[in-house]
C-alpha cells in the first residue's frame, strides 16, 4: 500500500483565492483525520469522518472551512476565501477502527500571501 | 487546554546516549500513544500504551505510564543521529472513547554525531 497519498505537497496562492486539498486514505481504513500543524497552535483536529460521513467537525475555524469524504477513496479540504492567517501545513490521517494507530499522509504545505 | 504536554520541548545529545521524554494529560485515557515527526514529514506511530499497563518496550524504545500522576515517558536507548526528530505523544480519552486522538505539543530531538 502507498500510504496515505496528500495532493498538492505544497500551495502557494493569494489572499482570497480557493484552496483545494486532497487525501486519498489507505484502502480499507474506515476513519479520516484532518488536522492542521502550526508553530503556535500544534496539532489541531479539524474535522473526522467515519464511514465517509463526518462525526466532529467542532475543530473547523469557520464557515471558510469546508470538508467532503464523497466516496471511501477520497476526501477534500476547502478553505474559500483563504487568508493568510490559514497557512500552516495540513495533514490527513486515517485508521482501520478503534484503538488502531493514526497513518498520516505527508502533508501540504500552504502558504497565503 | 492543551491534552498532553511534553517536556522538555527540545532536547540535544550526542550519539549513544540514552534520551528521555515525558508527557503530561488532564484526562482519563484508554491509550496513549507516541508518534515520530522528521522534518517536511508526516507523522508516524511509534508505540501504543493501555490504561491497564504500566510499561512497553520495542526495540530500542521504551514507554512508562502512570495513570495516577496523568503522565508518559519515552525513552530512546543508544541513540543514533537518524532518531533526530519531533516526538509527540498523543491521548485516546475515555470520553472520546477509540474515534479521535489528542496530540502534545512535541519535544525536539536533535542527536549529534
Known amino acids: 500500500d502507498a500510504g496515505v497519498i496528500q495532493s498538492p505537497r505544497h500551495e502557494v496562492t493569494e489572499m482570497g483565492q480557493e484552496v483545494t486539498l486532497r487525501c486519498k486514505p489507505i484502502?480499507?481504513?474506515?476513519?479520516l483525520f484532518w488536522y492542521r500543524q502550526t508553530m503556535m497552535r500544534g496539532l489541531e483536529l479539524l474535522i473526522y469522518?467515519?464511514?465517509?460521513?463526518?462525526?466532529?467537525d467542532s475543530g473547523m475555524p469557520e464557515d471558510r472551512f469546508s470538508a467532503k469524504m464523497p466516496n471511501a477513496s477520497f476526501s477534500t479540504l476547502k478553505i474559500q476565501p483563504s487568508e493568510p492567517r490559514d497557512s500552516a501545513v495540513y495533514f490527513c490521517?486515517?485508521?482501520?477502527?478503534?484503538?488502531?494507530?493514526?497513518?498520516f499522509g505527508n502533508g501540504t504545505r500552504l502558504t497565503v500571501t | 487546554s492543551q491534552q498532553g504536554e511534553e517536556d522538555p520541548q527540545a532536547l540535544s545529545i550526542q550519539e549513544g546516549e540514552n534520551a528521555t521524554m515525558n508527557c503530561s494529560y488532564k484526562?482519563?485515557?484508554?491509550?496513549l500513544q507516541w508518534y515520530r515527526q522528521n522534518s517536511g514529514r508526516g507523522l508516524v506511530h511509534l508505540i501504543l500504551?493501555?490504561?491497564?499497563?504500566r510499561e512497553k518496550h520495542s526495540g530500542r524504545l521504551r514507554v512508562t505510564l502512570d495513570t495516577s500522576k496523568k503522565s508518559s515517558s519515552l525513552l530512546i536507548t543508544a541513540s543514533r543521529a537518524a532518531d533526530t526528530a519531533s516526538y509527540f505523544c498523543?491521548?485516546?480519552?475515555?470520553?472520546?472513547?477509540?474515534?479521535?486522538?489528542?496530540f502534545g505539543e512535541g519535544t525536539q530531538l536533535t542527536v549529534n554525531p
Open positions: 490521517a486515517t485508521k482501520s477502527a478503534g484503538n488502531s494507530p493514526l497513518h
Open positions: 484526562t482519563s485515557i484508554n491509550n
Open positions: 500504551i493501555r490504561s491497564n499497563e
Open positions: 484502502s480499507g481504513h474506515d476513519y
Open positions: 498523543a491521548t485516546d480519552a475515555v470520553e472520546t472513547s477509540g474515534s479521535r486522538l489528542t
Open positions: 469522518f467515519n464511514n465517509n460521513v463526518p462525526i466532529d
